[in-house]
T-cell receptor, first 113, second 116 residues
Framework: TQLLEQSPQFLSIQEGENLTVYCNSS?????LQWYRQEPGEGPVLLVT?????EVKKLKRLTFQFGDARKDSSLHITAAQPGDTGLYLC?????????????FGKGTKLSVKP | DTGVSQNPRHKITKRGQNVTFRCDPI?????LYWYRQTLGQGPEFLTY????????KSRLLSDRFSAERPKGSFSTLEIQRTEQGDSAMYLC??????????????FGSGTRLTVV
């Protein structure tokens, strides 16, 4: 069974601090995606990583895909209150003929001013 | 295009009643997905369509659930004889088929269902 485990589950930090959240699996994924979800809204895609070892930057957010394509991390530099939200990682089901994504449970981030 | 639109945003219903949700995907996207999300969990896959064809259904989708996508445009998700355990956020997403499975979905804002 493919599972994506995210850690930590909750994270509360002060504005200006740096943080890293993790997404791990025992299975290989062809790609992984990161989404941010605000309360009462649907997830919004932040990035897709495809190649093992790949690093992508989106302003203060840095995403890394593990060399073995079993894990990914999201690092936020100088967090701001606007970064508050639920960060979800997701990957395509191993049976590529199936169109669904598997999601982790997410990391709930709170950035206090 | 205004993105993926879901209606209603909120629905409160009594146990045993039927409810129907609507999703209007991005017009050029031919894949449409339904997910369910409960508190503290990530979204869980329910079903997806390629145009009007329903290609996969999760085991989570009991006989009380039915989804349709007539003419390959909007989709409806109906829950019959609702139970309290059906209370959740129901999310719809769409994608172009050439990006399916690996390049990200566009989600709607969801329909929050509360069964009392």
């Amino acid at each position: 069974t493919q599972l994506l485990e995210q850690s930590p589950q909750f994270l509360s930090i002060q504005e200006g601090e740096n943080l890293t959240v993790y997404c791990n699996s025992s299975s290989v994924f062809s790609s992984l995606q990161w989404y941010r979800q605000e309360p009462g809204e649907g997830p919004v895609l932040l990035v897709t990583v495809v190649t093992g070892g790949e690093v992508k930057k989106l302003k203060r957010l840095t995403f890394q895909f593990g060399d073995a394509r079993k894990d990914s991390s999201l690092h936020i530099t100088a967090a701001q209150p606007g970064d508050t939200g639920l960060y979800l990682c997701a990957g395509p089901h191993e049976k590529r003929s199936q169109g669904n994504l598997i999601f982790g449970k997410g990391t709930k981030l709170s950035v206090k001013p | 295009d205004t993105g993926v639109s879901q209606n209603p945003r909120h629905k409160i219903t009594k146990r045993g009643q039927n409810v129907t949700f609507r999703c209007d995907p991005i017009s050029e996207h031919n894949r449409l997905y339904w997910y369910r999300q409960t508190l503290g969990q990530g979204p869980e896959f329910l079903t997806y369509f390629q145009n009007e064809a329903q290609l996969e259904k999760s085991r989570l989708l009991s006989d009380r659930f039915s989804a349709e996508r007539p003419k390959g445009s909007f989709s409806t998700l109906e829950i019959q004889r609702t139970e309290q355990g059906d209370s959740a956020m129901y999310l719809c997403a769409s994608s172009p088929s050439r990006f399916a499975g690996g390049y990200g979905y566009t989600f709607g804002s969801g329909t929050r269902l509360t069964v009392v």
